[in-house]
């Protein structure tokens, strides 16, 4: 089956403990993005990865970090996580940039306390 | 800098009826696209229909069509003969090279 997984789908957690939230596709998408949505504010992209190796900011990049050593994965890595950083996150992917097809993933809640 | 605008925090429609949720955008690039998205309350974005700046035809797919007026910035959805299982929020949003800007959501209700 076709999808997008994400690890975890609920993590609670304390101020300053890095955590990575793991991002996995399945269709050999070239184009995959992260985001989080909080209430009021619609869902605004964090970053995005055109292919292996190239990645960029999107509009709320700050305290968040990526990598795409593989093309299934994109993980999401909070360095020192803070309170304000407590969001529903989604990733996407797509099978290239300019597709009109984006597949999203459950979707993570994060506390951070 | 790309913005979405959603105008309508909330709208409320009865079933069998037909209902626009609006959407107009800011971008001064030639080549861009439009996206409606679909969250009901489970969470899960649900792709619903998409609008390249180049199409000359507004895009449709079953109950749903895009109204693209181009000059005036704007890319409501319209939503035909509405279900209760539309009840949900409504996310346009827009897409240049890797970029996607999103809007705020219209919560719609269909009342029985």
């Known amino acids: 089956e076709a999808q997008v997984t994400q690890n975890p789908r609920y993590l609670i957690t304390v101020t300053g403990k890095k955590l990575t939230v793991t991002c996995s596709q399945n269709?050999?998408?070239?184009?995959m993005s992260w985001y989080r949505q909080d209430p009021g504010l619609g869902l605004r992209q964090i970053y995005y990865?055109?292919?292996?190796?190239?990645?960029d900011k999107g509009d709320v990049p700050e305290g968040y970090k990526v990598s795409r050593k593989e093309k299934r994965n994109f993980p999401l890595i909070l360095e020192s996580p803070s309170p304000n950083q407590t969001s529903l996150y989604f990733c996407?992917?797509?099978?290239?940039?300019?597709?009109?097809?984006?597949?999203f993933g459950p979707g993570t809640r994060l506390t951070v306390t | 800098a790309q913005k979405i605008t959603q105008t309508q925090p909330g709208m409320f429609v009865q079933e069998k009826e037909a209902v626009t949720l609006d959407c107009t955008y800011d971008?001064?690039?030639?080549?861009?696209?439009l996206f409606w998205y679909k969250q009901p309350s489970s969470g899960e974005m649900i792709f619903l229909i998409y609008?390249?700046?180049?199409?000359?035809q507004n895009a449709t797919e079953g109950r749903y069509s895009l109204n693209f007026q181009k000059a005036r910035k704007s890319a409501n959805l319209v939503i035909s003969a509405s279900q209760l299982g539309d009840s949900a929020m409504y996310f346009c949003?827009?897409?240049?090279?890797?970029?996607?800007?999103f809007g705020e959501g219209t919560q719609l209700t269909v009342n029985p």
């Open positions: 996407a992917s797509s099978p290239q940039v300019l597709s009109y097809e984006q597949y």
């Open positions: 269709m050999n998408h070239e184009y």
């Open positions: 990865s055109m292919n292996v190796e190239v990645t």
């Open positions: 971008t001064s690039d030639q080549s861009y696209g």
């Open positions: 609008q390249g700046s180049y199409d000359e």
């Open positions: 949003a827009m897409r240049r090279g890797g970029w996607l800007t």
